[in-house]
């Protein structure tokens, strides 16, 4: 029996959301946007400010535009990298704000 295509629909999105979070679980890649956030920011800054070598946040910033989760605009001879749209800084703001709050001894 063939499924219905807004089942492939809603598999296909539950795999791209699963392969953002699995993008974003690594600690460097998430510093790596974080870095990108608050203003369009340069390879070699990114690096520097976070003690990595430039090829490794290049290889780690390619991934992370081939999912969308960052943008790059070029300006001159220097690509400058920002967060893809506002849906990935608030998702980021909203996953900050949750290991915020204080457990609510609600928990089992």
Do not use: W
């Amino acid at each position: 029996m063939k499924k219905p295509d807004n089942i492939y629909a809603a598999e296909h999105a539950v795999d791209q959301v699963a392969d953002l979070f699995h993008l974003l679980g690594d600690p460097t890649r998430l510093r790596i946007v974080l870095a990108c956030l608050a203003q369009p920011t340069a390879v070699g800054d990114i690096a520097a400010a976070l003690d990595l070598s430039s090829s490794l946040v290049s290889h780690h910033l390619r991934l992370l535009r081939a999912a969308r989760i960052v943008k790059a605009e070029r300006q001159g001879k220097q690509v400058f990298y920002a967060a893809a749209d506002a849906h990935i800084s608030s998702l980021l703001s909203n996953m900050f704000e949750h290991i915020a709050e204080p457990a609510n001894g609600n928990d089992p």
